[in-house]
Structures are given as structure tokens and as C-alpha cells.
């Protein structure tokens, strides 16, 4: 009898970690939620940003360049590649936030520091549907759901 409850609490706390690896923003929240809470906050997002970024800036010298970008390019989308959406649907959002499009403010074809850090409020509100400052699994819905944000 001992057995069979271990394996069904086995079971149903496994078909709930797949359940929730599901749903839409699930490994990016986990990622950057860094208190815990369910919601991704500026603060966090500033903090995770600026790892991201010290990560992938080799030299070192304040500037991810084209061959570094090419580097956090790949790192991303091996991260993305056994999550759902994979950079589609409400996960679009997050990739488009990341691409050296979007965070080289000059155009010179590298980021620096500054703006990849200065871009992150754009890109947060960008995931953020509610409007609340903060991103969650029901921002994710929506943006999967294709709702428009408030």
C-alpha cells in the first residue's frame, strides 16, 4: 500500500511539474523571478539583465560586439529549444526583447552596457499586459491568448 501511494504522489507531482513547464512563460519566470514571488518586477529584470549581460561580454570591455551578440544569440536559443513556444506565441515577446535590434539604441551594431540595461523597462512593459509593473503567468496567457494589452 506504501508503494502504490509513493508512486501516485510521484506521479501527480510530476504530471504537475510538466503541467506547469506547459504554460506560457513558465521557464522565463522561473528564471527571473528572483524573490520567488510569480512576478517579475523591474528590479529583477535590471538585476537579470545585467547578468545576462556580464555573461556574454568576453573581453569585457562594457560592449557585447557582433561575434559575443552571436554567442548569446546561440545560448538563448539552446535555453528556448525544450521549452514550450520556443520563441513563438507569447514567448515572441521575450526573444524580440533580447535581439541586438532591439537593445543597439545607436545602430552601430554593438550593445553597450548602458543600453542593454536602459532597454529593459521598454521590454518589460512590452510582456507586461496587465499594466501592473510586473510580469506573470496571466501576462503570458494574454499575450498567448492574443489580447491586447490594457
Given at each position: 500500500?506504501?508503494?502504490?501511494?509513493?508512486?501516485?504522489?510521484?506521479?501527480?507531482?510530476?504530471?504537475?511539474?510538466?503541467?506547469?513547464?506547459?504554460?506560457?512563460?513558465?521557464?522565463?519566470?522561473?528564471?527571473?523571478?528572483?524573490?520567488?514571488?510569480?512576478?517579475?518586477?523591474?528590479?529583477?529584470?535590471?538585476?537579470?539583465?545585467?547578468?545576462?549581460?556580464?555573461?556574454?561580454?568576453?573581453?569585457?570591455?562594457?560592449?557585447?560586439?557582433?561575434?559575443?551578440?552571436?554567442?548569446?544569440?546561440?545560448?538563448?536559443?539552446?535555453?528556448?529549444?525544450?521549452?514550450?513556444?520556443?520563441g513563438r506565441g507569447?514567448?515572441?515577446?521575450?526573444?524580440?526583447?533580447?535581439?541586438?535590434?532591439?537593445?543597439?539604441?545607436?545602430?552601430?551594431?554593438?550593445?553597450?552596457?548602458a543600453e542593454f540595461?536602459?532597454?529593459?523597462?521598454?521590454?518589460?512593459?512590452?510582456?507586461?499586459?496587465?499594466?501592473?509593473?510586473?510580469?506573470?503567468?496571466?501576462?503570458?496567457?494574454?499575450?498567448?491568448?492574443?489580447?491586447?494589452?490594457?
Amino acid at each position: 500500500m506504501t508503494r502504490i501511494l509513493k508512486a501516485t504522489v510521484v506521479a501527480v507531482f510530476t504530471l504537475a511539474g510538466m503541467a506547469a513547464a506547459q504554460e506560457p512563460g513558465a521557464h522565463f519566470i522561473e528564471s527571473w523571478d528572483l524573490d520567488g514571488d510569480g512576478r517579475v518586477t523591474l528590479a529583477e529584470a535590471q538585476e537579470r539583465r545585467g547578468d545576462v549581460f556580464y555573461t556574454f561580454d568576453a573581453d569585457e570591455n562594457g560592449t557585447l560586439d557582433a561575434e559575443e551578440y552571436a554567442v548569446f544569440d546561440e545560448a538563448r536559443a539552446n535555453d528556448m529549444a525544450g521549452q514550450p513556444g520556443a520563441g513563438r506565441g507569447a514567448m515572441s515577446v521575450v526573444a524580440e526583447g533580447m535581439t541586438l535590434d532591439a537593445n543597439d539604441g545607436d545602430g552601430d551594431g554593438a550593445v553597450t552596457e548602458a543600453e542593454f540595461l536602459g532597454a529593459k523597462q521598454g521590454w518589460i512593459a512590452m510582456i507586461d499586459q496587465t499594466g501592473d509593473g510586473a510580469v506573470t503567468a496571466e501576462d503570458f496567457a494574454m499575450l498567448q491568448k492574443g489580447q491586447p494589452a490594457n
